[in-house]
């Protein structure tokens, strides 16, 4: 819509918001027409409705530095300000050197010129030869085009069955437990506490009055009224039952600690103090 001389002179004079206002109310079509325009040659990831914000902030600046008086029509003023500030908002969106673009461009021109003339069916080398390089700088220039590819987390994409899914929802989150992880340490937990379940009474309070309440073997033999060896014993078999169940369940032979035997009584070998696989004791923490 065309506006008077007279509303930008009185706007000129009077910077009148209300009138600002209706200024770039009226030529917001301006806006939308360029954006439009541009569109078509931008990749997919830039947004329309984004281009149009740009614009809007060269329609603006155009309509605060407008002068009526200068005999120049006001769209062809304003159009070169909204085409401006989108192409600049794109080039900060772009991380690739402006030579490296315009190789990029030239690629791309060529390509599209010999499919006019061969069909879709052109080669690397046909292209290479065409742009007087070599093929592995083709592919280069190729890689540096798929890093053009720039995609919304928002966007959604169609699964094998059918299902949309939000971009962002596919991406790995690092601080995330791995399922399959949580899966076996809960797996693990059960068969420990399978092995624990099969004990004696006697045998799963040495166990947890020594990993869990923190005793140490002389405090649990006034607990048990036993003396410490006997503790250091019974400690022993209690870890040998477990870890022989533990590798039954596991399928494996493993090497179980052995005990020996002189004299009618256990004599402890090794450490007697080491816990199961999987079981978390205070003293370690």
Known sequence: MAVAEEVWREYRRSRDDKIKRELVLDHLPLVKYIAGRLAVKLPPAVDREDLESYGVFGLLEAVEKYNPDLGVNFNTYAGSRIRGAMIDEIRKLNWLPRTMWQKIQQVNNTREKLQGEYGENVTSDVLARALGISISELHKLAGQTYALSVAS??????????EQVRRGDMLRDPDSPDPLDVIMKEEGREILVQALNGLSERDRTVLALYYQEGLTLKEIGRVLEVSESRVCQLHTRALDRVRAELELQAGGT????????????????????????????SRQK
């Open 254 to 281: 493993g090497t179980k600690k052995k005990t020996e035997k002189k004299g009618g009584r256990i004599k402890c070998s090794g450490d007697c103090t080491a816990p199961p696989p999987g079981w978390t004791s």
């Open 153 to 162: 987390l928002d966007e959604t994409v169609a699964m094998s069955g059918g």
